[in-house]
């Protein structure tokens, strides 16, 4: 599975993916300034190392989509079907806007939204995971403090469907990850003068990947004549923001209100260790014993399976 990366790229057939070093090689020999992504790699390092994470994912180890045969192709962090793969730790993205072409239309926003993408990823990589055989086949129990049994059954529940808070750990942990790969790349934008486009939906992808949206853009109707992959673009990013973001924001000011940054950062760390002794000792010194299982825990978790 790692060394042959086709069933993940071949789910994508219109487009043409390279890895990520090479990309930035092309664009950096046809004029880009890539310094904004290999600045925020190197502070992205210098934090995760606080975190525990001594080593970063690959950059060939992360290959990216353009050059698409698919009229209308647009993609970017949003794009249906990519992420990181654990079995393969194979990271597939697609560059941020029209794709057919090798050159991104906007070389500064495909950019920052590269590194928010590989920030992110990174984080999914270093995060601590424990597999078990079962029938020849490595099924995964553990991924960074999240769990779930050989036999199927999930340590937390999924959400209700609209809800504006989260106790399942894999919303908290990827909203954890989205959060500090947001603060990397807004901090990149920032110190290399990246502004937003005027287009709405420039405007939208650059406040998304600085993690800058608001209540009001994540409600946004765009009017267009036609639903096209843009528009599906953007409903997807409202959708994440809601679902996840919004929510681990939610969960940091329920449980840390004033010690935001403590909570997110103590439940980083526990995430790449795979130990939650030191974040579940902080939650129960603020909320009393055994917070983390009361949280997270769903009462059927050591429920018998019955044959």
């Known amino acids: 599975m790692r060394a042959d990366a086709s069933p993940l790229t071949g789910r994508h057939p219109a487009h043409v993916f390279r890895p990520l070093s090479e990309i930035l090689g092309l664009w950096a020999a046809d004029g880009i300034d890539t310094a904004p992504f290999h600045s925020g790699v190197e502070d992205a390092r210098h934090r995760y190392a606080g975190y525990g994470l001594s080593r970063m994912l690959p950059l060939d180890r992360v290959l990216v989509g353009c050059e698409s045969t698919r009229a209308g192709a647009f993609g970017g962090f949003h794009h249906p079907d990519q992420g990181y793969r654990h079995l393969q730790m194979v990271a597939v993205i697609t560059m941020h806007g029209p794709m057919e072409r090798r050159i991104p239309e906007r070389p500064s926003l495909a950019l920052i939204d590269l590194l928010r993408a590989y920030a992110h990823d990174c984080l999914h990589y270093g995060s601590r995971r424990r597999y078990v055989e079962v029938a020849g086949l490595p099924v995964r129990t553990q991924y ?6 050989a036999t199927g059954q999930s340590y937390s529940v999924a959400d209700e469907r609209g809800s504006r808070h989260t106790r399942n750990l894999g919303i908290v942990m990827e909203g954890a990850c989205d959060r500090e790969a947001r603060s990397i790349t807004r901090k990149a934008a920032e110190r290399f003068g990246i502004t937003e486009s005027t287009d709405v939906i420039g405007a939208l992808a650059f ?11 994540s409600r946004r109707t765009l009017e267009t004549p036609e639903c096209t992959e843009r528009t599906q673009y ?5 959708k994440y923001e809601t679902g996840v973001n919004r929510r681990y924001l939610h969960f940091l000011r329920e449980f840390a209100p004033g010690e935001e940054y403590e909570c997110h950062t103590r439940l980083l760390a526990a995430v790449i260790s795979g130990d939650t002794t030191t974040f579940g000792t902080w939650l129960d010194e603020r909320h009393g014993p055994g ?5 997270f825990r769903t009462p059927g978790y050591f429920e018998p399976m019955t044959a």
């Open 234 to 238: 953007t409903a997807a990013l409202q």
């Open 144 to 149: 960074g403090i999240n769990y779930r049994r």
């Open 291 to 295: 917070t983390f299982v009361g949280l």
């Open 207 to 217: 406040r998304d990947v600085t993690g800058m949206l608001t209540e009001e853009d």
